[in-house]
């Protein structure tokens, strides 16, 4: 993976702690690595790749983020595949930037932080095939464009009731979507 800016050290789960950015396992199994110093992260962490589709990442299958974190930026978890459970500490305020998400296709539901203020991200969860729900803070008010595009498995959103804006191509090609439960909307795209 691609550390993120602030890293001082980093435990592989293996009883082996250092500054390293690569590890060779003796043997195949489940490890949990835990990276410190983090306060934002992003930047194709775990997927080596560019602001492309990147390189696949078949085995990740689950995140957890410790508080402290307050920014998820550009690709962090683009193109992970595998991915079905993520947990975010509160303490994550915004997402900046692109694609967070996008072709996590075994990713099915997710929790933004209560702290969550802001969504700079297009293509957030685009092409999450199997996104059943997702649950938002009532702080969130705005989104970015393409936020859902392809979410196949996406039958129901409901926004904030403080949500003013809604973007273009937000539910683009969703084509199992049922319900939109909109909060203050304005005005569509």
Not at 13 to 30: E, F, R
Not at 53 to 61: P, S
């Amino acid at each position: 993976f691609y550390a993120p800016r602030g890293i001082t050290s980093i435990d592989w789960g293996d009883g082996t702690v250092d500054t390293n950015l690569s590890h060779t396992y003796s043997m195949a199994g489940k490890y949990t690595i835990l990276m410190y110093g983090l306060t934002s992260f992003g930047d194709n962490i775990m997927n080596s790749g560019t602001s492309g589709t990147g390189n696949w990442n078949y085995n990740l299958k689950e995140v957890r983020i410790a508080n402290g974190v307050t920014v998820m930026n550009s690709y962090a978890f683009q193109c992970c595949q595998s991915l079905e459970h993520i947990t975010l500490p509160s303490s994550l305020i915004s997402y900046n930037s692109s694609s967070p998400f996008r072709y996590s296709y075994s990713l099915q539901f997710y929790v933004f932080p209560k702290g969550t203020k802001s969504i700079d991200a297009t293509y957030m969860f685009s092409r999450c095939y199997g996104l059943k729900g997702i649950s938002i803070p009532i702080g969130l008010t705005k989104y970015k464009n393409y936020m859902f595009e392809k979410c196949y498995g996406l039958k129901r959103c409901i926004f904030s009731k403080n949500s003013t804006t809604l973007y273009d191509y937000m539910f683009s090609d969703c084509y199992n979507l049922q319900k939109v439960i909109m909060g203050a909307i304005t005005s569509l795209p």
